[in-house]
T-cell receptor
Framework: DAKTTQPNSMESNEEEPVHLPCNHS???????IHWYRQLPSQGPEYVIH???SNVNNRMASLAIAEDRKSSTLILHRATLRDAAVYYC??????????????FGKGTKLSVIP | SAVISQKPSRDICQRGTSLTIQCQVD?????MFWYRQQPGQSLTLIAT?????????ESGFVIDKFPISRPNLTFSTLTVSNMSPEDSSIYLC?????????????FGQGTRLTVV
């Protein structure tokens, strides 16, 4: 089972960095680590993904532990628009050319003005 | 990228009736996925729909309750049949490209269903 563990909720002050942790101790060698976020009343949106190396994009950075059993999503300067539920997901092939995204409970991030 | 349109965005339905949700994508995609998000909960995969084949349902979901059509590479429908208040949820359509692990998935805005 592609299970991940995240804190239920976190708070951050506006314009400060946020580090959202995720544990995935059962990760297999070919699983990709994906992060999505869901803003209120919207569908999930892609944030970032990685396999082994740390990754940066315009939205965030992803730091992956050397043993790949944990990762951290980093928002460099939180804004009010970053308030959302953040999901850490292991993406793996489910066979026949398909893949599965198994959503956990996610972390609800609150940003304080 | 892919832009997904879902219709309706929300609906209030009487118990015992059925609702068909449409999902339109702006590009051709191999696989489409239907998720359910119950109030205050995370997303749960209902089924995977490939064009030209029967949908594959996850444990706890059956075709008689959630029939799915996939007539072409840009469109799919999910029907919620014989609805009860327990079916009140947000239903989301999602697409991925090529079935690869290193590509992102895209989601529609969801259909908020209330059954009374």
């Amino acid at each position: 089972d592609a299970k991940t563990t995240q804190p239920n909720s976190m708070e951050s002050n506006e314009e400060e960095p946020v580090h959202l942790p995720c544990n995935h101790s059962t990760i297999s060698g070919t699983d990709y680590i994906h992060w999505y976020r869901q803003l209120p009343s919207q569908g999930p949106e892609y944030v970032i993904h990685g396999l082994t190396s740390n990754v940066n994009n315009r939205m965030a950075s992803l730091a992956i532990a050397e043993d790949r059993k944990s990762s951290t999503l980093i928002l460099h300067r939180a804004t009010l628009r970053d308030a959302a539920v953040y999901y850490c997901i292991l993406k793996r092939d489910s066979g026949a050319g398909s893949y599965q995204l198994t959503f956990g409970k996610g972390t609800k991030l609150s940003v304080i003005p | 990228s892919a832009v997904i349109s879902q219709k309706p965005s929300r609906d209030i339905c009487q118990r015992g009736t059925s609702l068909t949700i449409q999902c339109q994508v702006d590009s051709q995609v191999t696989m489409m996925f239907w998720y359910r998000q119950q109030p205050g909960q995370s997303l749960t995969l209902i089924a995977t729909a490939n064009q030209g084949s029967e949908a594959t349902y996850e444990s706890g979901f059956v075709i008689d309750k959630f029939p799915i059509s996939r007539p072409n590479l840009t469109f799919s429908t999910l029907t919620v049949s014989n609805m009860s208040p327990e079916d009140s949820s947000i239903y989301l359509c999602s697409v991925g490209h090529g079935g690869r692990r290193d590509t992102e998935a895209f989601f529609g805005q969801g259909t908020r269903l209330t059954v009374v």
